[in-house]
């Protein structure tokens, strides 16, 4: 007795991840213990302390204008710019619900940046097929033209991939003359390819990030505003105190030598740790590109790539860089010249601050116009794409025809049910055509192809709510 196990069902289409950006940007280190460097290599971490295992954290932050009260306790203070924040939008990732992501480090902390590190840096994420979403923050501190030459570049991988999208950053403006220029500086510079590929965002964000250390030679910058202060030359010009005080950061309380710091240290040290926590904690202005691809990992989970990732929250963000208003989105959601739409983060009184638009730089197009729409065709391109690799090398017949053709609708439909597509019934959802005649010649078939046509009618997003009021008088 022989028994045989015969296959009546296709194989099943499994959704590829949607929201798994590619960080590029400078690192304070970049190793993987006994595996080797970790410049230009694409590594894969799963929150913010494997991210602080491989890569460090941030650079040193230095301030300035640093003023206390009486009680030696910080009033205000300017944090020192700095070009390197991937650490600082990393936090923002995972503060606004980010996941799995990929980090390339292109350079440590006192490398000038560069912009042939960014174009390798994409060169090196193109090898990766998992990622869905290209980031660069550190980039916007490119000086000239740069941030916009490796934008279009990240704009040519995704088309020519067409697995992944990108999230752009404007430069940093501080008024509303300031982000009228750099947005028209954008929009002249980023060019007209691949255009359906990337979403930029603005403005910047002023976010409660934690800063691990602070340079301690910005000290001298303290004004000492308290009546029974300590001394300023008893903080800064006396070497072994700085010394002392640097070694705490990287000690436990718990350590002997933690307490014999404190000990000699005697008065500054409880001033100068106070001081120093004070200013870890200041918010600091950041591109919003972290934020956004938090954003969207956090809504493709929760409900999925299809709906927009907008109307939404932003979380551990204390103000924004400029306000914008009603009047000031119109210009930048519709651009009449070239159709390149930029999205804005707004605050809103009793809502708090919200990414609040949805379009591609393709603006004006009435079909790739939405992120969502974007995305969720490159989310079914690549997973059927997947799905259907069994075929490769099967007969060129009617039976792997049918057979693709039922487990593309059985994927569909199960898309179609969870509320992706349009329409009272799958045949007003979407449609697959594979074969002789309707996609195929006899041609096709000796040259080994096997052409499939998928139409879908994807949910938009309602960007605008239009509500009519009339007057009604007792008569009518």
């Given amino acids: 007795m022989y028994i045989e196990e015969i296959n009546k069902f296709p194989p099943s289409i499994a959704d590829v991840e949607t929201a798994i950006p590619v960080f590029i940007g400078y690192t304070e280190k970049a190793d993987l213990r006994a595996a080797g460097d970790l410049h230009f290599v694409a590594h894969r971490i799963k929150s913010l302390l494997d991210f602080e295992q491989f890569y460090g954290k941030d650079f040193a932050a230095a301030f300035s204008k640093v003023q206390l009260d009486i009680n030696n306790k910080v009033i205000s203070a300017e944090p020192a710019s700095s070009p390197y924040i991937l650490y600082y ?65 990240a704009l040519q991988q995704a088309g020519r991939l067409m697995d992944r999208f990108c999230v752009f950053d404007i430069k940093y403006a501080t008024d509303k003359t300031s982000h009228d220029q750099v947005v028209a500086e954008f929009r002249n510079n980023i060019g007209n390819s691949q255009l359906k590929y990337g979403a930029a965002y603005t403005p910047f964000l002023n976010a409660g990030v934690m800063s691990s250390a602070v340079s301690y030679p910005q000290w001298k910058n ?35 030598a933690y307490r014999q710091h404190e000990k000699e240290l005697g008065q500054a040290f409880p001033v100068m740790k106070n001081i120093s926590d004070a200013l870890k904690s200041l918010p600091r202005m950041l591109p919003p590109s972290g934020a956004v691809c938090g954003v969207y990992s956090s809504v493709d989970r929760d409900r999925g790539v299809w709906k927009a990732p907008a109307n939404v929250s932003v979380n551990n963000v204390r103000s924004l860089a400029v306000a914008i208003t009603d009047r000031d989105q119109e210009t930048l959601n519709v651009d009449a010249n070239a159709g390149k739409s930029i999205n804005v983060i707004r605050a809103f009184t009793g809502r708090g601050t919200l990414v609040w638009g949805a379009r591609t730089l393709m603006g004006n197009d009435n079909e790739w116009r939405y992120v969502p729409v974007r995305r969720f065709f490159n989310l079914v391109e690549e997973s059927v794409r997947k799905g259907t690799l069994p075929f490769v090398f099967e007969p060129n017949d009617a039976n792997s025809w049918t057979k693709i053709k039922s487990m593309i609708e059985n994927y569909l439909t199960l898309k179609w049910r969870s509320g992706a597509l349009a329409g009272a019934k799958t045949t007003e959802a979407f449609f697959v055509h594979v074969g002789v005649p309707q996609t195929m010649t006899a041609q096709d078939i ?10 879908m009618a994807v949910v938009r997003p309602a960007e605008f709510m239009i509500l009519r009021f009339s007057i009604k008088t007792q008569n009518n």
């Avoid at 998992?130 to 490796?150: I, K, Q, R």
Wanted: charged residues 15%; aromatic residues 8%; glycine residues 10%.
């Fill in 222 to 256: 303290v004004l000492w505003l308290g009546a029974n202060r300590i001394t300023l030359s008893q903080l800064t010009t006396d070497p072994a105190i700085l010394a002392k005080i640097a070694a705490l950061e990287n000690m436990s309380p718990a350590d002997p």
């Fill in 446 to 455: 000796l040259e080994g192809r096997i052409i499939v046509e998928i139409g």
């Fill in 89 to 153: 939008s990393i936090q923002q990732f995972y503060n606004n619900g980010g996941g799995h992501a990929y980090i390339i480090s292109i350079g440590g902390y006192g490398s000038a940046l560069q912009q042939a590190d960014f174009l390798q840096g994409v060169d090196v994420a193109e090898k990766e097929d998992e990622p869905t979403l290209l980031a660069f923050p550190d980039a916007v501190n490119l000086p000239g033209n740069g941030l916009y030459t490796v934008q279009q570049k």
